[in-house]
């Protein structure tokens, strides 16, 4: 079991929607802009609140999240290991859903015209811009998939039941990329449910956190190629 019978999906839910209300607060109103203007000095804006951004989403999502869990409450987390007996065929799913999201996130970023990926808004992609970006994406969703894929859905589900925890799970996910437009929220939608499902099937959220990198990794390696390219073309052409 994954967490204590006391813990209650409702009270689960509830620490779950104030620490992505904190964390709201602390990304999108004026809280960040004091925080960039305070220590930010001479970095460059976009890669500043890019990074803080993530930070900001590991350390509430992950770091918080395990902490009040686990430390204080006392939940198994479970969910942060695969059982043996799934661990062949979790490698080769993995591998074969990795494939399938580059794929078509190859294909949306070389027809999308208006894509807001990189978030980094520089001129010159050096080697330790990228990592930067890599790491703390990477960073930024295995706390995130812990906290939905992992507390909120496998903390839900023993109470509520299977289809309403998938539900309730998506429905949260959906809502809190409202910010980010309409597009990503549809995303949502679709990849909420699959993500659900890798994470029950196989009582671990490894898949869901493979597949989720696959997407965001790929989408940004794309979406920095292509700028690279389009810099280089509009550079030549004088």
């Known amino acids: 079991m994954v967490f ?6 409702a009270f689960i839910t509830s620490i779950v929607i104030l620490l992505y209300t904190i964390y709201h607060i602390i990304v999108y109103t004026k809280v960040g802009d004091w925080v960039y203007r305070k220590f930010a000095g001479r970095i460059n804006e976009s890669v500043f609140r890019a990074v803080f951004f993530r930070l900001s989403g590991f350390v509430l999502f992950g770091l ?4 009040v869990f686990s430390k204080i409450y006392g939940a198994e987390l479970d969910f942060l290991t695969v059982q043996s007996h799934y661990f062949d065929g979790v490698i080769l799913l993995s591998f074969a859903l990795a494939l399938l999201t580059i794929t078509i996130t190859y294909i949306n970023v070389k027809n999308c015209k208006q894509n807001p990926y990189p978030q980094f808004k520089i001129d010159n992609w050096t080697n330790p811009y990228k990592f930067l970006s890599y790491i703390t994406w990477i960073l930024y969703l295995i706390g995130y998939e812990f906290m939905f894929r992992g507390v909120l859905l496998f903390g839900t589900i023993e109470e509520i039941g299977y289809y309403p925890a998938i539900i309730l799970n998506v429905g949260l996910y959906a809502f809190v990329h409202i910010p980010k437009g309409k597009k990503e929220v549809l995303g949502c939608f679709i990849m909420g449910p699959i993500l659900c499902i890798l994470a029950i099937k196989t009582y671990s959220i490894l898949l869901p956190v493979i597949l989720h990198l696959s997407l965001c ?11 690279i390219f389009n810099r280089r073309r509009v550079s030549s052409s004088y």
């Open 4 to 9: 204590e019978h006391y813990l209650s999906a």
């Open 217 to 227: 990794l790929s989408n940004e390696y794309f979406s920095i190629r292509t700028e």
């Open 64 to 67: 918080v999240t395990a902490f």
